[in-house]
């Protein structure tokens, strides 16, 4: 995002600009929930801070500034920056990747440091004289220099007053190595000789003369081990939008005249013609003037098959093309491209957060307080009881440490950043995170039968001729009059006819007849004693004499429609065609009428064609324990008989259906207790889309359709909404387990550590392992895999 942008107009002091801001200095759930309620504080001022993405999303009203919201959050003791221009963006090193960088310097030289003093303290035959000496020459680098970053972020927030997970740990291993200075200086610790057995549990006994170096030493190497391959983890959850965000192409050929031009890809405006070769990569969304070739779309759909394209057909940026050389008009440039809004719509749902998480954060929010509190109470109660000092403190540093609540701030974001980044690899776009909550509770999934069930094309079926005519001669002639007209059934006829014969008759006098039908004068070529075949017009409106004068032109007045059309011109159907008509009507499909020179001489039959996945696509929704039901505004036999195509049950039919009538429809399943999914593409569908407990778009459908939607399914293709509920409930599964584990952990740790039954150093070790644990979990998503042939099964 380069600029604030305004997505609706705010009224009064209301937020209506909108802006990312990079947070830094974030350590855990409870800064971002720190920055969060100081930015919150503001007037007109709404923020959502995600741990996870480092980003701060803020709305705001006209009287705030961004850099008011930045001088906010750095006077939180967090540093944060605005947006930079794309240019910019690429050159500046990615903070994310420097904070990897720094973290695996200090574990690197931690680890090289710690892990003698680790050995030596828990081998005590490996304890020569004075290597409690040696353990802290080694140890002290560790705790001062590589948990810098935790003493830092302490300072910084005890100065305005909060705590944080690295208050824990900076108290923790800064307590360990004060107790081992005084023990070695002023106890008994620093005798030659000395050993120190390593035990797991705390040992009730007085006396100064334990030090606890491994404990501050290994403690600091896990937490900086934990947050390394967190910050890697959370580099690699991210990636499927980045990849997304460096799809497009960087330049492109424009074409000035005849001149090509080579230019970069943001002067591009729309109208622009520009050329993309054979392995190259589309450059924005635009319409194919020239050429033909096959598209590779999976990085945008997930299809695995290559598009066949030619003039006429769109193109998406970011497809690479993968035969011959096309010449494409832009249509849409910027941000306004299906690529663009895409990675728009994944980065805004991985920056939301669901209400569950919003409840972990506030869990987070008082979590130190409390783990503070809980360790002086454990300290006071082991002096209490007689224990000795050695014991209290040992138990006391073992609570703090095991406490941090890290895997809790990580539980729900890592996962949103995973599932949602693979749903954009397949071609599904989820929302945001309440879309997930709502994924769980449906149970009905109501389907829009054009576009979403049927492909949304006519075609033709059968052609009756009646008595003696053929149907190649019924077909040429409708197929010649229906040419003129833009109506779907009439596209359905001309393409069967031009498929059948290369080329049809010329039209004469042609007149569209709305809610009847066509009508227009054919002239062909007819047939002459001895000639060894038929001759048949070529395309073209003027007659064709033949070569030598061997054939003449023959006119007829041609009809194509109702039976209303034919009986203006008193023509009736034979009973034959009658019969037809009824047969195909029954079957809910539609019968067109041809006649010519006054009399009735074929039905044609045409139909929308079920897509080849729908039939698959209903019953792994209904796997997946929904009730598909067919909602369309066709009569009650073509519902039914494209219902009986796709394996719909006929009661889970509801026809007749006006667009209005499509909201209340959804209403009525939702009063008899259901929770609906509603599956659409089209203007008239976007209504239902929003009423609906959760609403499914299909990608190839209208911009309005996909606003009103939660889900939007980049492919035309029914089992994508199959992929896009399995990977929404595997997602919502996963954010469940992580925080099950998140919250479990810290139930179980807190006692064993306040009854002494752990060791700081092993608190320290599952601390760190419970973030990497709840990050390499949510990573599990990335192995998620689509119903669809050619991605596997998940």
């Not at 290559?306 to 970011?318: D, I, L, Q, R």
């Not at 307080?369 to 000092?389: C, D, E, M, R, Y």
């Not at 879309?435 to 009905?444: F, K, Q």
């Not at 897509?611 to 009569?635: H, M, Q, W």
């Amino acid at each position: 995002m380069s600029a604030p942008t305004t997505p609706g107009a705010g009224t009064g002091s209301a937020p209506d600009l909108r802006i990312e801001l990079a947070i830094g200095g974030m350590t855990c759930a409870s800064c971002a929930n720190r920055v969060e309620r100081k930015l919150n504080k503001m007037d007109g001022v709404t923020a959502s801070v995600n741990y996870a993405t480092e980003k701060a999303t803020v709305s705001y009203a006209e009287g705030v500034t961004p850099e008011e919201l930045v001088a906010t959050v750095e006077a939180a003791g967090y540093t944060a920056e605005l947006p930079a221009p794309p240019a910019a963006a690429e050159e500046r090193e990615d903070p994310a990747a420097r904070h990897a960088r720094d973290l695996r310097n200090r574990l690197t030289v931690s680890a090289v440091l710690a892990i003698p003093v680790i050995v030596l303290a828990m081998v005590p035959a490996l304890q020569f004289t004075y290597w409690q000496w040696i353990s802290l020459t080694l140890a002290a680098p560790v705790v001062v220099w590589g948990a810098l970053p935790f003493h830092r972020a302490t300072w910084t927030n005890l100065r305005h007053g909060a705590a944080t997970m690295d208050t824990l740990v900076s108290l923790g291993t800064l307590a360990a190595l004060a107790w081992s200075l005084y023990a070695l200086l002023w106890g008994g610790a620093g005798v030659p000789g000395m050993r120190h057995p390593f035990e797991l549990t705390v040992a009730p006994g007085g006396g100064a003369d334990a030090i606890y170096l491994e404990v501050a030493a290994g403690v600091t190497m896990f937490i900086l081990a934990g947050r390394y391959f967190e910050a890697r983890s959370k580099r690699t959850a991210g990636a499927a939008l980045r990849a997304l965000l460096e799809l497009g192409a960087r330049e492109v050929s424009v074409l000035r005249g005849d001149t090509e031009i080579r230019v970069p890809v943001e002067q591009l405006k729309v109208g622009d013609r520009f050329v993309v070769r054979p392995g190259e990569k589309v450059a924005t969304d635009g319409e194919v003037e020239e050429g033909t070739s096959a598209v590779d779309v999976s990085m945008i759909t997930g299809e695995s098959v290559p598009a066949e394209v030619s003039p006429g057909s769109g193109v998406v940026g970011g497809c690479v093309n993968s035969g011959g050389r096309l010449v494409v008009r832009a249509t849409r440039v910027g941000a306004d491209t299906q690529l663009a809004r895409m990675a728009a719509l994944v980065e805004e749902a991985q920056n939301g957060k669901a209400a569950v998480q919003r409840l972990a954060d506030r869990i987070s929010g008082v979590f130190v307080p409390i783990v503070i509190a809980l360790a002086v109470g454990t300290l006071g109660f082991w002096l209490g009881t007689g224990a000795g000092a050695t014991a209290a403190f040992t138990a006391a540093v073992a609570v703090l440490i095991i406490a941090c609540p890290c895997a809790l701030g990580l539980a729900t974001p890592t996962a949103l950043l995973v599932g949602t980044g693979r749903g954009a690899q397949l071609g599904v776009l989820i929302k945001g995170p309440e879309v997930l909550e709502s994924t769980r509770r449906v149970d009905t999934v109501v389907l829009d039968k054009t576009g979403t069930v049927t492909s949304g094309r006519m075609r033709l079926l059968e052609v009756h001729p009646a008595g003696r005519e053929t149907v190649e001669q019924v077909l040429r002639l409708a197929a010649a009059v229906e040419d003129g007209s833009e109506h779907p059934v009439a596209h359905a006829v001309a393409a069967a006819g031009r498929e059948r014969f290369g080329g049809l008759p010329g039209v004469s006098d042609f007149e569209n007849r709305p809610g009847l039908g066509v009508q227009g004068v054919v002239a062909e070529l007819a047939q002459l004693p001895g000639l060894p075949a038929p001759l048949r017009a070529a395309t073209g409106t003027s007659p064709i004499t033949p070569a030598g004068g061997a054939g003449r032109v023959v006119a007829h007045a041609v009809l194509v429609g109702r039976p209303a059309l034919l009986a203006e011109y008193g023509i009736e159907l034979p009973p034959e065609l009658v019969e037809a008509r009824e047969r195909a009507e029954a079957a809910g499909r539609t019968a067109v009428c041809v006649s010519w020179d006054g009399r009735a001489r074929g039905v044609l039959v045409v139909a929308d064609s079920l897509k080849p996945t729908s039939a698959e696509a209903v019953r792994r929704l209904r796997d997946l324990g929904l009730t598909p039901i067919l909602l369309t505004g066709d009569n009650e036999a073509a519902a039914r008989s494209v219902a009986a195509e796709a394996g719909i049950d006929p009661a889970d039919v509801i026809a007749d259906v006006l667009p209005e009538e499509k909201v209340a429809a959804v209403r009525r399943l939702q009063a008899e207790g259901r929770s609906v999914a509603m599956v659409g593409d089209g203007v008239n569908d976007a209504a239902a889309l929003a009423t609906a407990d959760l609403g499914l778009a299909m990608g190839t459908g209208t911009d309005v359709a996909i606003e009103a939607s939660d889900l939007t399914l980049v492919r035309g293709d029914l089992l994508a909404a199959v992929d896009a509920i399995r990977l929404a409930r595997r997602t919502l599964g996963t954010i469940r387990g992580n925080l099950f584990w998140a919250f479990a952990y810290n139930v179980a740790a807190l006692p064993l550590a306040a009854l002494g039954l752990l060791n700081p150093m092993i608190a320290g070790a599952a601390m760190a392992f419970s973030s990497v644990f709840v990050v390499a979990n949510s990573l599990r998503l990335r192995g998620f895999r689509s119903v669809v042939a050619g991605h596997g099964q998940g």
